[in-house]
């Protein structure tokens, strides 16, 4: 069982990224999908998840209006469009896969995560 996310990277304040995680099928067959970041010196913190149909999302206030999470099972993979960064989204980014099929906040319900993938909001 495999995440693997990409498209982190350096951005100035305002600008945009759209990060990738691609998994095996087995890893996204009927799980929500969640992305959860960690700043420095900071918890791990819930960002954004979405259901496994992807008929439902759940975002977190800090990010809501700026960011969009969005799945294609097809291709088994989940992206995140981040918008008007700010520098405090300054942060490793990790997506992982839930136990359940509605997009939670809960870290505990997720059972696989990937590597994480680091994006820093600087001028």
């Known amino acids: 069982v495999q995440l693997q996310a990409s498209g982190g990277g350096l951005v100035q304040p305002g600008g945009s990224l759209r990060l990738s995680c691609a998994a095996s099928r087995r890893t996204f067959s009927n799980n929500a999908v969640g992305w959860f970041r960690q700043g420095p010196g900071k918890e791990r913190e819930f960002v954004a998840a979405i259901s496994w149909r992807g008929s439902s999302t759940n975002y977190a206030d800090s990010v809501k209006g700026r960011f969009t999470i969005s799945r294609d099972n097809a291709k088994n993979t989940v992206w995140l469009q981040m918008n008007s960064l700010k520098p405090e989204d300054t942060a490793r980014y990790y997506c992982?896969?839930?136990?359940?099929?509605?997009?939670?906040?809960?870290?505990?319900?997720?059972?696989?995560w990937g590597q994480g993938t680091l994006v820093t909001v600087s001028s």
């Open positions: 992982a896969a839930s136990r359940l099929s509605i997009p939670n906040a809960e870290r505990e319900t997720y059972a696989y």
